[in-house]
């Protein structure tokens, strides 16, 4: 049970550059969730999913796409790079809206 | 609208003494958790200690328990015989129920001292 696991762990990209931030989860959690984490700051919201083929957005979504097939795969799109966007992703994953959610290890991106 | 405030930047604790991180929360929903995370330098969240708003009782887990005090709107993680594995940022979360969102504290970097 590896629980919720992201890919990369670190990646630099160019302003405008795409790139496709990867998540799983192996616990057959229907919710899932993408925050960034911005220096000396808590985690906000990017996007979240209650399950396969529904998504919805969070406090910050611009600039961000997301979908959802499958239960396990939460995959987050990033499609015109841009400074603001250099920070932490974290993918989390919950049972349900109201438990406690499992979190990835987060992958660290730096726009420049 | 819910609000997580976390007054204390950074705290610096001997080791095996207890220690009190705050959080105190605002919301007008009747109905909400309250969620405490860790997270070590190498940067993953950890969930700590859950409390929901209708609890009788302070949520405990293992060293980690929840001072719930529901007409201050605060929510207290106590740390008892603190060790140099605490060292880590803590965060306060909550979620109004029905509504997707956890909105996280800015955090306490709690620092043990041998």
């Known amino acids: 049970n590896a629980g919720v696991t992201q890919t990369p762990k670190f990646r630099i990209l160019k302003i405008g550059q795409s790139m496709t931030l990867q998540c799983t989860q192996d616990?057959?959690?229907?919710?899932m969730y993408w925050y960034r984490q911005d220096p000396g700051m808590g985690l906000k919201l990017i996007y979240y999913?209650?399950?396969?083929?529904?998504?919805d957005k969070g406090e910050v979504p611009n600039g961000y796409n997301v979908s959802r097939s499958t239960t396990e795969d939460f995959p987050l799109r990033l499609e015109l790079a841009a400074p603001s966007q250099t920070s932490v992703y974290f993918c989390?994953?919950?049972?349900?809206?109201?438990?406690?959610?499992?979190f990835g290890p987060g992958t660290r991106l730096t726009v420049t | 609208a819910q609000k997580i405030t976390q007054t204390q930047p950074g705290m610096f604790v001997q080791e095996k003494e207890a220690v009190t991180l705050d959080c105190t929360y605002d919301t007008s929903d009747p109905s909400y958790g309250l969620f405490w995370y860790k997270q070590p330098s190498s940067g993953e969240m950890i969930f700590l200690i859950y409390?929901?708003?209708?609890?009788?009782q302070n949520a405990t887990e293992g060293r980690y328990s929840l001072n719930f005090q529901k007409a201050r709107k605060s929510a207290n993680l106590v740390i008892s015989a603190s060790q140099l594995g605490d060292s880590a940022m803590y965060f306060c979360a909550m979620r109004e129920f029905g509504n997707e969102k956890l909105t996280f504290g800015t955090g306490t970097r709690l620092t043990i001292i041998p």
């Open positions: 989390a994953s919950s049972y349900k809206l109201v438990h406690e959610q499992y």
């Open positions: 999913s209650v399950g396969a083929g529904i998504t």
């Open positions: 616990m057959n959690h229907n919710y």
């Open positions: 409390q929901g708003s209708y609890d009788q």
